[in-house]
């Protein structure tokens, strides 16, 4: 476990046509975030998941408008300082039809994403290379 304190909120927008998780990882570089929480709503175009399955994600796309329902995750750092977002999300269509993932590169944002930044201050919150999973997943030990 490691602990670490609330430091800044910060509220940001991530605008039409925008890649989501690029705008996102924009908006943590420009805040000089390196450890934290996010949560996100809004509306998409276009989306795209995945779904973590046997060392790889498989993407599902869904090529219509899209309410954004949740979207939350952490901020971190790869041993090699790599920024690192780690988020998922649950979109709905018109019809409350529901779809769930890995936030990937891929979702164009509609009319706006509205970003929530908790930092977190006082915690080293690093990302390891795991060959059993293959996958950075927090350096925590047990």
């Known amino acids: 476990m490691k602990e670490g304190k609330i430091g800044r909120i910060i509220f940001s927008r ?3 046509d925008e890649d989501l998780l690029e705008g996102i990882k924009k908006r943590v570089k420009e805040s000089k975030v390196k450890a934290g929480l996010l949560f996100l709503i809004g509306s998409l175009k ?3 998941l995945g779904f973590y399955e046997e060392g790889e994600y498989k993407r599902i796309e869904i090529k219509k ?3 954004i329902a949740s979207c939350m995750g952490n901020i971190s750092v790869k041993e090699n300082g790599e920024l690192i977002i780690h ?3 649950v979109v709905s269509d018109k019809s409350g039809n529901a779809y769930g993932g890995h936030l990937l590169k891929g979702c164009k944002v509609a009319a706006t994403a509205e970003l929530m930044l908790i930092e977190a201050l006082e ?3 690093k990302r390891k ?3 059993k999973y293959r996958l950075y997943l927090l350096n925590i030990e047990k």
């Open 46 to 48: 276009e989306a795209c």
């Open 14 to 16: 991530i605008f039409e």
């Open 87 to 89: 988020a998922h999300m």
């Open 129 to 131: 290379f795991e060959d």
């Open 65 to 67: 408008p899209l309410e």
């Open 123 to 125: 915690v080293d919150l």
